[in-house]
C-alpha cells in the first residue's frame, strides 16, 4: 500500500518582532519570568495587511515551490486553524483562492493547537484512498487578535504565524506515515477557552469582556498537556516496537520549554534529538509544528530516512501524534 509522504515544506513569520522587553513596556511582567517560566524571548506579530488566509497563502506558495507543484496539482487544501479570518468563508477557501487552486476542495479544521497533526491525520486517509492526490496541509494563526494585552497570565505566551506541506502517496519502501493517533477530552473545556463571538455568545450577550480573549488555567493546561502528550508519545512508539532512543528528531507543539523538557525526560530523549524554536515564536497553536518542521528541514536538522514523531496537544482538549519515516 502507498504511504503518505511530504514532498514539500514553507512557512511565513510576520516580520514585526515582539521581544519581552517590548512586553515589559505594555503590561506588569519581566524578561527573565517570561524566559524560564515559558522559553520564550520574542514572538512575530500581524501588521495591518497581515491576515490568517495571507500566512497561510504565503506558507503554501513556498511549500509548493519546494514541492515543485503548481496550484493547479492540488486536489484539496485543509488549514488548521482557531483564528480564521472570519467565521465564514474558511480560510481554506480564501488560500484556494489567492492560490488560483481550480482543482482543490478546501476545508478548515478546528483542534486548536493539535491542528495540524489532525489535519495531516485526515490528509493521509485521504491519500490512502487514493495515493496520487496532491494536498496541502496548513496551520495558520493570528492569535494576536484573539489575546487579552492586558493580561499578563497569557498575552506574553502567542504569537503568529504559518506553516504548511504538500502531501502526497509513494510507494518508496517504508517512507512516509507510519501510524497517526488522535485524541480528545472535551470534559476539561473550560481550562482553556476563547468563549466570546461564538453563536452561544454573540456580541450583544453579557459575556465578560474578557471572555472574547483567549483565557486558561495555566497549571491545569501544563499538568495535562505533559501527562497526554507522554500517553500518547508512549503509545505510539509501543505500537511500533520503538523506544525514545529510535527518534532521530521530536517535533513537539512548541507552547513551554518546560514541558518540551518534561516529555524529553519521560521519553529518554537526548536533548539533540529534539527540535525547539519557541524563543523565537511563542506558541503559534496549530502553525507551531509546521514551523518547526519547514525549519528542520530547511536548516537539515531533518534528512531523508530519518524516524521523526511530531505529538501536540491543545484547548478542547485534543491531543495527537504522527510518527513518520522522512
Ligand atoms: C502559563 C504558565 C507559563 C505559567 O507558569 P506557572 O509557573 O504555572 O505560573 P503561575 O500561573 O503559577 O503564576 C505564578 C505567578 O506569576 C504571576 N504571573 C503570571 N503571568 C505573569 C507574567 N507574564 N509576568 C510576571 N508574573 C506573572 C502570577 O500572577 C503568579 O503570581 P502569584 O504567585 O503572586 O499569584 C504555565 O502554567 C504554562 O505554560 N501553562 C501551560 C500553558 C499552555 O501551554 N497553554 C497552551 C496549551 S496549547
Known sequence: ????????????????????????????????????RSGIKERRIVTAGETNSYLATEAARRALEAADLTPQDISLIIVATMTPDMPMPSVACLVQKNLGAIQA?????????????????????????????KILVIGSEVLSAKVNWQDRTTCVLFG????AVVVTGSQEGDR?????????????????????????????????????????????????AVRA????????LAEMGLKGEDLDLLITHQA??????????????????????????????????????DEAVRTGR??????????????GFTWASVLMKW
Open 176 to 224: 512516509g506515515i507510519l501510524t497517526t493517533h488522535l485524541r480528545a477530552d472535551g470534559s476539561l473545556w473550560e481550562l482553556l477557552t476563547l468563549k466570546g463571538c461564538g453563536s452561544r455568545y454573540p456580541i450583544d450577550s453579557d459575556l465578560p469582556r474578557e471572555e472574547f480573549f483567549i483565557r486558561m488555567n495555566g497549571r491545569e493546561v501544563f499538568k495535562n
Open 256 to 293: 513551554n520549554i518546560r514541558i518540551i523538557e518534561f516529555l524529553r525526560e519521560r521519553l529518554a530523549i537526548p536533548a539533540e534529538k529534539v527540535f525547539i524554536n519557541i524563543h523565537k515564536y511563542g506558541n503559534t497553536s496549530a502553525a507551531s509544528i509546521p514551523l518547526a518542521l
Open 1 to 36: 500500500m502507498a504511504q503518505t509522504v511530504i514532498i514539500g515544506t514553507g512557512s511565513k513569520v510576520p516580520s514585526r518582532v515582539v521581544t519581552n522587553a517590548d512586553l515589559e513596556k505594555m503590561v506588569d511582567t519581566t524578561d527573565e519570568w517570561i524566559t524560564t
Open 105 to 133: 476542495g478546501a476545508f478548515d479544521i478546528s483542534a486548536t493547537c493539535s491542528g495540524f497533526l489532525y489535519a495531516l491525520t485526515v490528509a493521509d486517509r485521504f491519500i490512502k484512498a487514493d495515493p496520487r492526490q
Open 229 to 236: 502528550m507522554e500517553s500518547v508519545a508512549l503509545e505510539t
Open 302 to 315: 531533518l534528512k531523508e530516512g530519518d524516524l521523526l514523531l511530531m505529538v501536540a496537544f491543545g484547548g
Open 160 to 163: 503568529d504565524g504559518a506553516g
